[in-house]
């Protein structure tokens, strides 16, 4: 195996390395350098851009114990465990040539294995997730140290022998679920990476050919034929992708079976990602910043596309599992332009709709897993690069209401019923019940788009369903439409939730203006934008009281659109239609007609006339300016 060991640091140049990241990644590695600095002291403190439950909180352990809780959150524990930190170690004695964090870094390694933990599931210490993790992290300074003869054979030995008991324990230990899990893929991976540098030494033929046949398996269960992680996570996707990633790379064998898959997930990765370069916090997820993700994509598929959402320097992790060469093809692949796009995943039920000025997501969709939130039928908004209507995000997976209350529908930007949630929850990973998603779609013509979801919830009495529209125009226009139906007398609750740098003042959201039928009101609210974290901002909430069936909408526009509501008229009868709205909207640059019914015209004639213009269809645009109608949907 040394050979592969040859070609994976044969054109590593240190010198080169060192004067690009001084150059480039100068406030990075500082950044980078303080926290090794830390840990050179055993103060730690989980803050890295993908560290999947962070901690700002630094802690110091003296003495150091990995089984040992500081927070009443078992999740410090699992972070500690994984020891994804060693690769900042490798990164800081590249640039300053100190081998006392080499030192550090191995003594870190090798006192976990001193411990003599016994491996098991429910350990704070081995959960086999963190086991697949840590045996990952393991493996991309094993292979520095021993390339450049920076271990010695004992020492080398040590690790091996380890990563032998923990592979095997990993299968030993194997649960049929994690075929469908992120924790399948993170073990996997693990282990194909370990034997493809190892394999003489650790000697697992019967595990190797088990973890190739499962990997497979498990993108063919979880990956969905949209590129999607089937979790619901965002953040889960992340994960999954970014050990794919690791693995063709560290293992390039593997490259061409998985090929098809990492493009497919990119392409998802991509339509998440706002205009801010985040994503966004659905399921359980963060406001995370992707270019990381999408600079190392960009450089494993070769993409112009990807590069245009990446950074503009090859950032520091990415440079340690590359090395120069990265640096050399990122620079020749050139960046495409980025124009709008719009996006169906239709086995998630997300709808991903970004122009020159404006992102919107709409989540209508099937439950995934334990990290799913309550969170159909509704929607997120960007305008001018900024986020205005948000995901609340997670906050904590502790067993606490907070947990209980980010994952409810009343959390996000969608309709409730009567003050009451959609879902019934049961504990931090468990609901009883859960929306159910009837469709979601996405019909485009001419520049406007029209996406439809509704959903369904059986209540103990009755039925109740939701149908969202939402109809989106170039020049940032943008109407949400809701028809609640529920037998009964009910109170309708319709809400946005605003992420906290957004200023509302006199129907006004930034640089956008809300017209409503009903008045919103604003309330205060919490939201998280970071696991751990949690931000004070607003919700807008309008309340409707109806029997049996109400329709409600928001349009959005820019603050110097004038709009004027206007009726449509069923021809023959001059009787306006019930379950109906119509909108002149005009500026000095256009001047458009939208007419929209939510219900068949089953009497009388089916024309119905908007401002004199005869019409047919459910969702008509009308461009005024050029005399062309369009309809999106009949």
Known sequence: MKDRLYNKFKDFDREFCQKYIKTYQSNAYQEMKASVNLMMRNTFVFNDNWDMEPCSKAYCLDP?????????????????????????????????????????????????????????????????????????????????????????????????????????YMRDYYREKDSLSNWGILQTTAILAC???????????????????????????????????????????VEVLKSLMELVILAPKYYLPLEETIEKMVTYLIAMTGPDYCQLAIGDSDVTDTRDILTLATLVLKSSKTKSFSFDNVNLETLLLFGKPSIYLFEEIPRATIGESAYLFPDSGHVCLRDDRRYIFFKNGPFGSAHTHSDNNSVCLYDKKKPIFIDAGRYTYKEEQLRYDFKRSTSHSTCTLDGQPLEMIKDSWTYNSYPKCDYCQLTSKDRYHLVEGQLHVQRASDIYYHKRWLLTLPQAITLVIDKVSCPGEHVLTNQYILDDQVIYENGFVNDLKLVSPTTFNLEDCLISKRYNQLTESHKLVKKIKFVDEVMDYTL????????????????????????????????????????????????GDKLYLMQGIKCKGKVIVYDKNNGKMSRLKN
């Not at 140290?145 to 920076?150: C, E, N, Q, S, T």
């Not at 697992?204 to 050919?209: G, Y």
């Not at 109906?580 to 939208?594: G, N």
Request: glycine fraction near 4%; hydrophobic fraction near 40%.
């Open 556 to 603: 959005i526009v820019d603050r110097n659109c004038q709009v004027k509501c206007v009726p449509l008229v069923q021809t023959n009868s001059h009787k306006e239609l019930s379950n109906s709205i119509a909108f002149d909207i005009r500026s000095q640059d256009f001047h458009y007609l939208i007419g929209v019914l939510m219900d068949d015209i089953i009497f």
């Open 195 to 237: 034997l493809y540098y190892y394999e003489d030494e650790l000697n697992l033929p019967e595990i190797k050919s088990f973890a190739e046949e499962e990997l497979l398996l498990q993108i063919k269960l979880q990956i969905l034929d949209d590129g999607s992680q089937y979790e619901q996570s965002i953040m889960y996707h």
């Open 64 to 168: 150091l114990e990995w089984d040992k809780p500081v927070t009443d959150d078992p999740e410090w524990l699992y972070m500690l465990n994984r020891q994804t930190y060693l690769f900042k170690f490798l990164v800081v004695y590249i640039v300053e040539g100190d081998k006392s964090y080499l030192r550090q870094m191995k003594y870190f390694m090798y006192h976990w294995i001193d411990c003599q933990f016994t491996l098991k599931p429910e350990g704070a210490v081995s959960r086999t997730i963190d086991t697949g993790i840590r045996c990952m992290s393991w493996l991309k300074v094993l292979i520095f140290l021993d390339y450049f003869g920076l271990i010695t054979e004992t020492k080398k030995i040590k690790l091996l022998t380890s990563l032998r008991e923990q592979i095997t």
